[in-house]
């Protein structure tokens, strides 16, 4: 009874994985056709005509100037945006975790209120204040901005986990002689990998697939992706063929940062769960 309740169970999540995988496998599916053949008949045609797939469709996305452009462009807004957050995160944690000094927890009930503020809150108001530093539109204000709303979930998330190293690992480091900046350096970032990983990967995914701030704070020759392929919608069915293969572009790194640091993921994600 134990084991059909098991194998009823895994069936159970099969079907769910497959029913919420159908559209993304469909939006595959249809990247591969010709924009007639998308016109003409549903992309589950394919099972009976395979000839219908090609690879066109990549080929000319790759040639489109303004996509290859708007993937680089991410690129430049992605890595320092999650870099940034990871290293002021992890800094600013070890100092609400492991440094005393006055006003410490009035800090940190701070940064965690700061994580409920909306984005839109903060859009005009940073508007006003890139357009009088002069990088309104530029890369380094979308920068700034993901770093800014990144920072109080990244020191909550690591300041918990940081909590759970032993004190007195600290303690013997700092009867050794040794500094903070060196216990940070070859204590607790060691430590806190998978945590600082499953916050990298959050923080990488949020900005990677980022819209809104991208329309706000970028300027054509300086958005992403997800900015480019937006100017690409006249009407989803005409220009399937350009969306389609854009959207599996963008996502290839995405899932390959995912897939290269799961197994961190999973260790950040369930740290502390034993204790």
């Given at each position: 009874?134990?084991?059909?309740?098991?194998?009823?169970?895994?069936?159970?999540?099969?079907?769910?994985?497959?029913?919420?995988?159908?559209?993304?496998?469909?939006?595959?599916?249809?990247?591969?056709?010709?924009?007639?053949?998308?016109?003409?008949?549903?992309?589950?045609?394919?099972?009976?005509?395979?000839?219908?797939?090609?690879?066109?469709?990549?080929?000319?996305?790759?040639?489109?100037?303004?996509?290859?452009?708007?993937?680089?462009n991410t690129v430049?807004?992605?890595?320092?945006?999650?870099?940034?957050?990871?290293?002021?995160?992890?800094?600013?944690?070890?100092?609400?975790?492991?440094?005393?000094?006055?006003?410490?927890?009035?800090?940190?009930?701070?940064?965690?209120?700061?994580?409920?503020?909306?984005?839109?809150?903060?859009?005009v108001p940073d508007?006003?204040?890139?357009?009088?530093?002069?990088?309104?539109?530029?890369?380094?204000?979308?920068?700034?901005?993901?770093?800014?709303?990144?920072?109080?979930?990244?020191?909550?998330?690591?300041?918990?986990?940081?909590?759970?190293?032993?004190?007195?690992?600290?303690?013997?480091?700092r009867i050794d002689?040794?500094?903070?900046?060196?216990?940070?350096?070859?204590?607790?970032?060691?430590?806190?990998?998978?945590?600082?990983?499953?916050?990298?990967?959050?923080?990488?995914?949020?900005?990677?697939?980022?819209?809104?701030?991208?329309?706000?704070?970028?300027?054509?020759?300086?958005?992403?992706?997800?900015?480019?392929?937006?100017?690409?919608?006249?009407?989803?069915?005409?220009?399937?063929?350009?969306?389609?293969?854009?959207?599996?572009?963008?996502?290839?790194?995405?899932?390959?940062?995912?897939?290269?640091?799961?197994?961190?993921?999973?260790?950040?994600?369930?740290?502390?769960?034993?204790?």
């Open positions: 009874m134990m084991r059909f309740g098991r194998a009823l169970l895994r069936l159970l999540v099969v079907l769910i994985g497959v029913f919420w995988l159908l559209p993304t496998f469909g939006l595959a599916v249809a990247s591969l056709r010709s924009s007639a053949d998308n016109s003409a008949t549903g992309w589950w045609t394919v099972f009976t005509a395979p000839a219908q797939l090609t690879l066109d469709n990549y080929a000319q996305v790759l040639q489109n100037e303004r996509i290859v452009e708007s993937l680089w430049l807004i992605t890595v320092p945006s999650t870099l940034l957050v990871v290293l002021l995160g992890a800094l600013g944690a070890y100092t609400l975790a492991w440094v005393d000094f006055p006003g410490r927890d009035w800090l940190f009930v701070l940064v965690v209120a700061l994580i409920v503020v909306p984005i839109q809150v903060a859009i508007a006003r204040i890139f357009r009088a530093l002069g990088i309104y539109g530029e890369i380094p204000a979308v920068v700034a901005f993901h770093v800014a709303f990144g920072l109080p979930f990244a020191i909550f998330l690591l300041r918990n986990f940081f909590l759970n190293i032993p004190r007195d690992l600290l303690e013997a480091a002689g040794a500094r903070e900046m060196l216990i940070f350096a070859r204590v607790v970032l060691p430590i806190g990998w998978p945590a600082i990983a499953s916050l990298a990967i959050f923080q990488f995914l949020w900005v990677w697939n980022d819209l809104l701030v991208a329309l706000v704070f970028a300027t054509s020759d300086n958005a992403p992706i997800t900015y480019a392929l937006r100017e690409q919608m006249r009407s989803f069915s005409s220009n399937l063929d350009t969306i389609g293969p854009g959207a599996f572009l963008s996502m290839l790194v995405p899932l390959a940062v995912f897939f290269a640091f799961q197994r961190y993921f999973v260790q950040g994600v369930l740290a502390g769960s034993g204790k």
